[in-house]
């Protein structure tokens, strides 16, 4: 008989077992017994944030950047209900997590006891999986089953809901080495056949095109693509999740593809032949109208996920597995085909690409003296040669990252792409600097994001986190500002962000530095100057063009080949 | 089109729930749905019928199987099945009525199972069809109360849904779906285990 642990002392155990190095949380009293354990160990350093929300996008970016699961400890009841958001958004975008939330003990579970709530019930529609542990035999395994599910098959947030008497009992500790749930086995290698037919009909085709999302980041397959793509020599886009699985300095990298992705990117999507989409999911910010997408296209689909496959659109040649074992089987039954890449400068197919290219859509004024926040990006990728870590929010400023910074690896643009979460990208930046405290880990924010989630300034201190936050300060929510000029007759209701902090004053009052930067001839040097502090957190506050809008863009309704592009292009595609 | 799912779920708090909220929030339709423990503890049986397309039921079946508590699930429907539904009906039995009652309750090898001398209650066992024909032959006014259990189903021939029996056979699943199914495919079953 080993020695008896109490639950808390279990808890902290298993943590130290699977291997967890930060874990990011608030305390309150029902997960007290395990502060306490926390308390005498350092092992498993705890990260103590300002608001349970940044715990979880905290988690969430050290996830994404680290391939890692992130790790939240809550108490009951409102801890519990301020980690929906940050659950919800990892859950959209299948990043691996593991939430612990305190529970009130399990003989007054159901009474409405103080601090109560269903932390199950409330997060199952938002989870992988959740647990509620019933008994402190339960713990070890459970806590075992969360991560192994979190970071198995497609990835996830998992909860487990820990009574706080669960955490006072004893029992004899076991951690497994590994867990098996029967109802559980994910796919990962794909079906041989499935492979050969998409291969036969990829090789075949005159107008081919590689569509790649999340799914190849998250499987860390990006040096899978790079070798199947260069065998090819097909165009290939990325989602807005999927930016950096594919060197955007490539020359067949045609750009993001969606709603504000490239001209080229779309306009192929739409003229393909063969569509081969791998670890994405069809998501309508990207497809656009299901009607007009792709109407020529035979469709491979390669998804982990089942349930992705033929969700959104009918697909040809299905074929489940992981991104980058299916890649690997593809790249096999490519080479054995002795195919020769279809050439970047003689092909028909390129040429047309080239040809779509040419409208360069992403122009903007350079001359302007106001700033223009598309610039203040390529001054920052050229700055960081490429080399940082982006995390965004969400709005005009996340699609000016987007398509302005050119990420050539992946896990470096860390976004909420599926739920859309405004005060995401501070707290993320956190957990992407303590996965990697050497990194430049660049915030790009807009000034109604950043004030989401302000408070964690306070933990940037605390752990001496030198994170640079870019706003692009345009004193509106400029992505609602754009729709409601272009759909709501410049009707700007509720828009306007009023009352606006001084952000240098306030950077200053959470003890770090602020720089307000007005002029466009001031944007190189302010960003030298942040960026060569390395130890300082620098909120850089760019006053940025008011009416500048996101260009190209595919209206809703609208097909790929109906994009609109900005004013001035010379063409009769002007929105405006 | 109308398809009786039956799944084998873990016999766990919540895992109703999770197929519950999973086809309200993905707003699946729910005809029906019954839940009763098996012969092994540890799992139930829930008998699910729902409708819609091809495509719709195809997402069901993958979301289903997506859910952690879900085990096993078969669509009736791709084979030859039997259903059957029990439903209590209490009706209004006065004077002359009394023998008309009766009479069709025989014709649908209904069975009474309580009597007053107003009342009759009428135990009837078929397809969900059958017994919604019961009801459409009976005069309306004289119904008082209808309580259906929702349907079970189970598949003809040596076509099984069990733990314990390590497979099950089922007809190859139309070329589209062929590689998407998640949980990996039964091996060929032996008829002599299924007895
Ligand atoms: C939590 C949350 N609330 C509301 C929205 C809807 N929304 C999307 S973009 C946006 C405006 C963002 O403004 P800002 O952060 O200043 O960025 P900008 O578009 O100006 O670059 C809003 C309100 C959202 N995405 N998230």
Redesign the pocket.
């Known amino acids: 008989m080993g020695k008896k642990l109490r639950g808390a002392e279990i808890f902290v155990q298993a943590l130290k077992d699977e291997g967890v190095e930060y874990i990011f949380g608030y305390p309150g009293g029902a997960v007290l017994h395990i502060y306490d354990e926390l308390f005498k160990q350092s092992a498993v350093k705890h990260i103590l944030v300002r608001h349970e929300q940044g715990a979880t996008h905290a988690a969430d970016g050290y996830a994404r950047a680290t391939g890692k699961p992130g790790v939240v400890l809550v108490t009951s009841g409102p801890g519990a209900t301020n980690c929906v ?1 940050g659950i919800a958004t990892a859950y959209m975008d299948s990043i691996p997590m593991v939430v612990f939330t305190g529970q009130v003990p399990t003989h007054l579970i159901g009474n409405d006891a103080f601090q109560e709530v269903d932390a199950v019930g409330i997060t199952r529609p938002c989870v992988k999986h959740n647990f509620l542990v019933e008994d402190v035999k339960d713990l070890a395994a459970t806590i075992k089953k969360a991560f192994y599910l979190a970071t198995t098959g497609r990835p996830g947030p998992v909860v487990v809901d820990i009574p706080k008497d669960v955490t006072a009992d004893s029992t004899e500790y076991y951690y497994p080495q590994n867990v098996e749930i029967r109802s559980y086995k994910p796919v990962t290698r794909g079906h041989p056949g499935q492979i050969r037919k998409a291969v036969q009909l990829l090789l075949s085709a005159r107008r081919p095109m590689i569509y790649t999302g999340g799914g190849v980041v998250i499987d860390n397959a990006a040096a899978e693509l790079a070798e199947f793509g260069h065998l090819l020599g097909f165009p290939i886009t990325n989602t807005l999740m999927g930016l950096g699985a594919y060197p955007a300095t490539d020359k067949q990298f045609v750009g993001m593809l969606g709603m504000h992705g490239t001209y080229e990117a779309n306009m192929a999507m739409h003229h393909c032949d063969v569509l081969l989409a791998v670890g994405a999911r069809f998501d309508d910010r990207v497809t656009g109208d299901l009607a007009k997408f792709c109407p020529e296209a035979k469709i491979i689909h390669v998804d982990i996920d089942p349930s992705s496959i033929s969700k959104n659109v009918p697909v040809d040649v299905p074929i489940v597995g992981s991104a980058r074992e299916v890649l690997r089987e593809m790249i096999k039954v490519i080479k054995e085909a002795k195919f020769k890449p279809m050439s970047r400068k003689g092909d028909p197919w390129w040429k047309q690409i080239d040809e779509w290219a040419s409208v360069d859509c992403l122009r903007y004024d350079r001359k302007s003296k106001v700033i223009k ?1 598309q610039y203040v990006i390529e001054e920052l990728y050229a700055l960081t040669r490429g080399d940082a870590y982006i995390t965004s ?6 699609m ?1 990252a987007a398509q302005y910074y050119k990420f050539d690896q992946p896990r470096r643009w860390i976004n909420s792409g599926g739920l ?4 995401f990208g501070l707290p993320a930046a956190m957990g992407v600097q303590l996965g990697f405290p050497k990194a430049t880990v660049c915030c790009v ?6 004030v ?1 989630c302000i408070q964690e300034l306070s933990t940037c201190l605390q752990y001496n986190l030198p994170i640079k936050i870019i706003n ?3 004193r ?7 729709w409601q000029e272009f759909f709501y007759d410049r009707r700007y209701s509720h ?1 306007y ?1 009023d009352a606006l902090p001084d952000f240098v004053k306030l950077a200053e009052a959470f003890g770090h530095v602020g720089m307000r930067v007005e002029k466009t001839s001031g944007v190189r040097d302010a960003l030298k100057k942040a960026l060569a502090m390395k130890n300082k957190l620098v909120l850089l506050d760019f006053i940025t063009d008011q009416t500048e809008n996101v260009y190209p863009m595919i209206a809703a309704g609208k097909g790929h080949h109906e994009m609109h592009l900005a004013p001035g292009s010379g063409t009769n595609r002007e929105l405006a | 089109m109308r398809h009786i799912l039956s799944i084998l779920l873990e016999n766990e708090a919540g895992a109703l729930s999770r197929v519950a909220g999973l086809f309200s929030a993905r707003a699946f339709n729910i005809e029906s749905l019954t839940v009763a423990p098996t012969e092994d503890p540890t799992v139930s049986r829930m008998t699910l019928v729902t409708s819609g397309s091809d495509e719709i039921i195809e997402q069901i079946v993958k979301q289903l199987n997506k859910l952690i508590d879900v085990i096993k699930l078969i669509d009736l429907n791709e084979g030859a099945h039997i259903e059957r539904e029990l439903m209590l009906i209490k009706v209004m039995a006065r004077d002359g009525g009394r023998e008309e009652v009766k009479r069709m309750a025989e014709i649908f090898r209904g069975r009474i199972i309580d009597v007053t001398d107003t009342t009759y209650v009428i135990e009837l066992t078929g397809t969900g069809e059958k017994l919604d024909a019961f009801i459409e032959a009976l005069d309306k006014s004289l119904i008082l109360e209808v309580v259906r259990t929702g349907v079970s189903g189970i598949a003809r021939g040596t076509r099984a849904l069990s733990l314990h029996i390590p497979s099950i056979t089922r007809p190859a699943p139309p070329a589209r779906t062929e590689a998407a199914t998640a949980k990996p495919a039964p091996a060929p079953v032996n008829p002599d285990h299924l007895l």
Request: hydrophobic share 35%; net charge negative.
């Open positions: 958001t926040p929010d969400v709005g005009q400023h996340q000016w859309g979460t405004m005060g924010t807009g000034e109604a994001s950043l989401m692009l300060n345009n509106y929510m400029g992505m609602v500002r754009q828009s962000m």
